[in-house]
């Protein structure tokens, strides 16, 4: 294993306070568009649809590479 720098050592902390605030920012906020019923319920509905595609993709990118991953690099 090697040792890590201390610009990565900084790079990894900075990184766990950021997504702490962030995580503490989305929970205590309140949604603007939880008042307006219908742009929240097609922006709910655009990200399902989003997350959908993005587990097709991740899917059929699993499923691809599963079998060449040992014997050929794919780009």
Do not use: A, H, P
């Not at 610009?7 to 205590?28: A, C, M, Q």
């Not at 603007?32 to 989003?50: A, N, T």
């Amino acid at each position: 294993m090697r040792k890590r720098t201390l610009v990565e050592k900084k790079r990894k902390i900075l990184t766990w306070l950021l997504g702490i605030v962030l995580f503490l920012l989305v929970l205590l906020s309140e949604s603007y568009w939880e008042q307006k019923i219908v742009v929240s319920d097609i922006l709910f509905l655009f990200g399902i649809i989003l997350v959908g595609v993005g587990t097709i993709g991740r899917l059929w990118c699993l499923l691809y590479i599963s079998g060449y991953k040992t014997n050929t690099l794919i780009q």
